[in-house]
Antibody, heavy 121, light 107 residues
Framework: QIALKESGPTLVKPTQTLTLTCDVS??????????VGWIRQAPGKALEWLAVIYWHGNERYSPALKSRLTITKDTSKNQVILTMSNMDPVDTATYYC?????????????WGQGVFVTVSS | DIQLTQSPSFLSASVGDRVTITCRASQAISHYLAWYQQKPGQAPKLLIYAASTLKSGVPSRFSGGGSGTEFTLTISSLQPEDFATYYC?????????FGGGTKVDVK
């Protein structure tokens, strides 16, 4: 049974760094073909892809946010961590992690429940 | 960046209706497109990938088509549990992007 679950602060202040953890189960982060991505959704808005990390450790980021994002994985703990620096109220959103699949493509076949993060002083 | 434009943004329909949603890409993306369903307060769920491949367990009333720049998601006979928002996503070049969404609600 594949499952992902996000955790982290639900309230951060402007300029702070957000750290979110995605705990995964039912698959291994170092198995060929596996990957985990982060996607966010501001209230009432569409989905926005942020970053993805692959089984071999390669990472890709949204160019719009690349300077503020870091994605890492800890295979021994079955965790993927996303940090986003210099948080702003416009970053208020639900943040999802999701398992990435596909040989020449990147679709997300299992999602966590999401964590809603408010950015406010 | 590849832009995805969904139409319509809102769609009112009745149970039993045939519903078609369109996703247009700003440049050709071959068959590299997925469709997701999202209900209020829930995470998105993958329905279709590679434009027309149904994810295991997804009802066969859902189907996807198209290639290049124009894609469709069709629900052959709308069921009560299908009232939701649908998103397309392109799959193979970065940045990955999603369409703006199509909300299907009750007529």
């Amino acid at each position: 049974q594949i499952a992902l679950k996000e955790s982290g602060p639900t309230l951060v202040k402007p300029t702070q760094t957000l750290t979110l953890t995605c705990d995964v189960s039912g698959f291994s982060l170092d198995t060929s073909g596996e990957g985990v991505g982060w996607i966010r959704q501001a209230p009432g808005k569409a989905l926005e892809w942020l970053a993805v990390i692959y089984w071999h450790g390669n990472e890709r980021y949204s160019p719009a946010l690349k300077s503020r994002l870091t994605i890492t994985k800890d295979t021994s703990k079955n965790q993927v961590i996303l940090t986003m620096s210099n948080m702003d109220p416009v970053d208020t959103a639900t943040y999802y992690c999701a398992r990435r699949q596909g040989i020449t493509m990147n679709y997300f076949d299992h999602w966590g429940q999401g964590v809603f993060v408010t950015v406010s002083s | 960046d590849i832009q995805l434009t969904q139409s319509p943004s809102f769609l009112s329909a009745s149970v039993g209706d045939r519903v078609t949603i369109t996703c247009r890409a700003s440049q050709a993306i071959s068959h590299y497109l997925a469709w997701y369903q999202q209900k209020p307060g829930q995470a998105p769920k993958l329905l279709i990938y590679a434009a027309s491949t149904l994810k295991s367990g997804v009802p066969s009333r859902f189907s996807g088509g198209g290639s290049g720049t124009e894609f469709t998601l069709t629900i052959s006979s709308l069921q009560p549990e299908d009232f939701a928002t649908y998103y397309c996503q392109h799959l193979n070049t970065f940045p990955l992007t999603f369409g703006g969404g199509t909300k299907v609600d009750v007529k």
